[in-house]
């Protein structure tokens, strides 16, 4: 376990270059609380920008105003240089919520098609663009089927191709993965990467963490209506590492008892240290080396982004709120 | 293209190329005028199964012709063997007989029995009866040395002509058709309202269940999802009552050649004069031919038009508050029946402020109903098929009118700020205090 520590948002990464997004002290407020409140942040053009919180923390309020579904009370929203135009711009966002559906009667083909020129798109256009995704996806043999007949994981394809097909440049996806199998959700991680690679600026929601870990190059934790961290993934991994390393031997030392560490856990001459302030991982090695034991392995354990989020919401609020913790 | 109506092609295509829409569309007027065919057909068509005789033994039935009556007949026999007449009921060649003994006194109290094999209907009896007694009243009338244009005259029952104040000559026939086109337009568009408004709640209802509404509503503005939901569907409840209109003219004019009695009563009818003979024939034929005569004195192609805007204000006004309690609605359709109570009470309010109003189109109850916008729509109807300016005056009428879209805005602007709020939200059922909350909410 990590103590907690005090964190203070990190605000470092405020001017960006080349920003699609910036969201200027954003505030929503309800009868009852509080449900965004006070939080900026800027998205990178072309980058994939992971926004994590758990239930009830305000991300779904924030992607609906970044989308122009509800109205921000206080604060401003700039989408690519400009004020944010709801009745212009949402033509170039693509959104995909967490609740999301389709017409279950309505035939898959005329569905995407209705989607699409929903989103302003001529009808030629959209077929067009239609046929392109489905073939690319391999869903041409389903235009005639209809929503009810397909599965889970089919619709959430659909769901996808609707999302992007008016090739947005600002992708919202709210929990994508969810009823996808691994092939299939490989297939439209695949996709996320090509559409950021094209240039299009990819928001990622979820609370599976090793898919953020993996896909995701700066995300923003949000808690509580607020802002609690901002900045590289791979950044915060080393801002919230806690010196923890990994040692194993080919035999087992004579001695672990030195200033510079303390053990953790040791699973046969393998060891978890954490080195103390004021130390480097040379004074632990030197230790060692000169105990005569082979070191076979050593390496530093950084926190893996699921810790800093339990970490970072446990220690925002003396009850976690609940969230699925990756299995 | 327009969103809002790319929302409503949708919302109309969806419905209309259903196979429930062409059939309830094509069978359901069919039905009905098959309905009618064979209400008409019967009253029309004289039956002569029912045939009594009369032994009369005291002479009483002598100077009477039996009349030829539709459905009842009496066969007046001086003297027959009861054993005859009992053996011609047993073969089905009479219903039954009556008895007149000799010494039947006709100005008394005596009765007189019917003997019959089996036991006989109601309404036949009744028919018996009143036919029956019609003979020995026209008898004693005799009796009293009355003649026949003195009994004419006892027997008329039209000694009163209604006439408005211009001097317009108002038949009871008129009257009763205006009641019935009144009764019958207003109970259409309660039926329209509730069956177009409840399309609506169900097709709002049905978006946020299936969770598409947040997807909709990232590239349209939730009103003109609800607007473009609304005029979908009012098309749809158009092109049907269009289909109906053009299905049952059609049909109706086919009925005189189905029915040639009809067609010639019709046009007999106004070669009649005076109240005497017209009642005499209503009593023959059954008042078809007035009814018929009452119907062509009724402007329909001004209560039509009335009709399609009455139809059209009504729907557009509930249909948003059947829209926001659709999009108030969560998991469970049950939740809609506590929510919906507030918006059927007043059309149920309507409709029976109409049935008041359809007898009395100007008394103080019917005037309020016709101007109240969540009642004018039914109520209107009731009046309007009295006729301007007797059952509703022409101010009333455009006040009414001006009201109704006034209303239907306010509903909508009211509605629409409950919707916007409604479709995106989850979780337990809200109250009406809730939801009136949302409609002052900012966006």
């Not at chain 1, 009852?32 to 920008?49: L, P």
């Not at chain 1, 009745?87 to 009667?105: A, F, H, Q, S």
Request: charged residues 20%.
């Amino acid at each position: 376990m990590f103590i907690p520590i005090n964190h203070e948002p990190n605000i470092n990464y405020y001017n960006v270059m080349n920003a699609i997004l910036q969201l200027h002290h954003l505030k929503k407020y309800y009868a009852t609380q509080k449900a965004v409140d006070d939080i900026s942040f800027e998205i990178e053009a072309g980058s994939i920008f992971g926004l994590l919180g758990p239930n009830g923390a305000g991300k779904t309020t924030l992607l609906r105003m970044i989308t122009g579904i509800i109205y921000p009370d206080e604060g401003e929203i700039t989408f690519d240089g400009k004020p944010f135009n709801p009745l212009d711009d949402t033509v170039k966002i693509g959104y995909m919520p967490e609740e999301r559906g389709l017409y279950k009667k309505m035939k898959i083909g005329e569905q995407a098609l209705y989607l699409a020129q929903l989103k302003g798109l001529s009808r030629a256009e959209a077929l067009s663009k239609i046929r392109f995704w489905f073939k690319k996806l391999e869903m041409e043999s389903w235009w005639n089927k209809k929503v009810e007949d397909l599965s889970k994981g089919m619709s959430q394809k659909l769901q996808f191709v609707t999302t992007v097909l008016h090739e947005p440049k600002l992708i919202i996806l709210d929990e994508p993965f969810s009823g996808l199998d691994p092939v299939n959700a490989n297939l439209i991680k695949d996709e996320i990467y090509r559409l950021a690679q094209q240039g299009s600026t990819v928001i990622f929601s979820t609370h599976r963490m090793e898919q953020v870990e993996e896909i995701c190059n700066h995300i923003v934790l949000v808690n509580l209506g607020k802002k609690i961290l901002d900045g590289k993934v791979q950044d915060i991994k080393q801002q919230f590492k806690q010196h923890t390393f990994n040692i194993a031997f080919d035999t087992a030392p004579a001695s672990l008892i030195h200033p510079s560490f303390e053990v953790v856990h040791q699973k046969g001459n393998d060891f978890t240290l954490i080195i103390h302030s004021g130390f480097r991982s040379n004074d632990v090695l030197q230790f060692f080396i000169a105990q005569n034991v082979n070191v076979v392995a050593f390496n530093e354990i950084l926190p893996s982004l699921n810790d800093i989020f339990i970490q970072l919401v446990e220690s925002t609020h003396s009850a976690a709120r609940s969230f699925e913790t990756v299995q | 293209m327009n969103k809002t109506f790319l929302i409503a092609r949708r919302e109309f295509l969806s419905r209309v190329q259903k196979k429930t829409f062409l059939l309830t569309t094509i069978l359901l007027p069919l039905f009905i005028f098959g309905f009618y065919a064979l209400i008409i057909y019967f009253s029309v068509k004289t039956s002569d199964n029912i045939q009594i005789a009369i032994v009369d033994r005291a002479h009483i039935m002598d100077n009477i012709l039996p009349k030829h009556s539709d459905d009842v007949q009496f066969i007046i026999l001086k003297d027959a063997s009861l054993n005859d007449l009992d053996n011609q009921i047993l073969q089905k060649k009479i219903t039954g007989y009556i008895l007149v003994p000799a010494h039947y006194n006709i100005m008394g109290f005596d009765t007189l029995s019917l003997k019959s094999d089996k036991s006989i209907g109601l309404l036949t009896r009744e028919k018996i009866q009143k036919k029956f007694s019609d003979l020995l009243e026209e008898k004693r009338l005799i009796a009293l040395n009355l003649n026949k244009k003195q009994i004419d005259s006892i027997q008329n029952a039209n000694t009163l002509q209604f006439t408005s104040l211009e001097g317009k000559k108002d038949s009871d026939a008129k009257a009763g058709v205006s009641y019935g086109v009144g009764y019958f337009s207003g109970f259409l568009i309660y039926i329209i309202l509730f069956i177009y408004g409840t399309m609506v709640m169900r097709g709002v209802m049905e978006e946020k269940m299936n969770r598409i509404a947040e997807v909709i509503v990232s590239s349209v503005k939730p009103f003109k999802l609800m607007m473009g939901k609304i005029t979908g569907i009012g098309a749809v409840g158009l092109v049907q009552f269009i289909i109906w209109i053009v299905l049952i003219l059609g049909l109706t004019m086919l009925l005189p050649f189905i029915f040639p009695q009809i067609g010639q009563q019709t046009t007999e009818l106004p070669m009649q004069p005076g109240a005497m003979q017209a009642a005499a024939s209503m009593k023959n034929s059954g008042g078809l031919q007035e009814v018929m005569a009452g119907l062509s004195t009724i402007n329909f192609p001004f209560i039509i038009g009335t009709f399609i805007f009455y139809f059209l204000g009504g729907y557009l006004l509930y249909a948003s508050l059947f829209a926001a309690v659709g999009s108030a609605v969560n998991e469970d359709p049950q939740d809609a029946q506590s929510l919906l109570l507030p918006i059927t009470m007043p059309i149920i309010f309507a409709m029976v402020i109409m049935t008041k109003a359809v007898n009395e189109p100007n008394s103080s109850l019917a005037v309020f109903g016709s101007m109240f916008p969540l009642t004018s729509p039914i109520v209107m109807m009731a009046r309007i098929a009295h006729g301007v300016p007797d059952g509703v005056p022409l101010w009333q009428l455009l006040l009414s009118m001006t009201l109704l879209v006034g209303g239907f805005l306010a509903t909508t602007w009211l509605a629409a700020k409950i919707y916007r709020v409604g479709i995106l939200m989850y979780g337990k059922k809200p109250t009406w205090k809730e939801m009136w909350k949302w409609a002052f909410i900012k966006n």
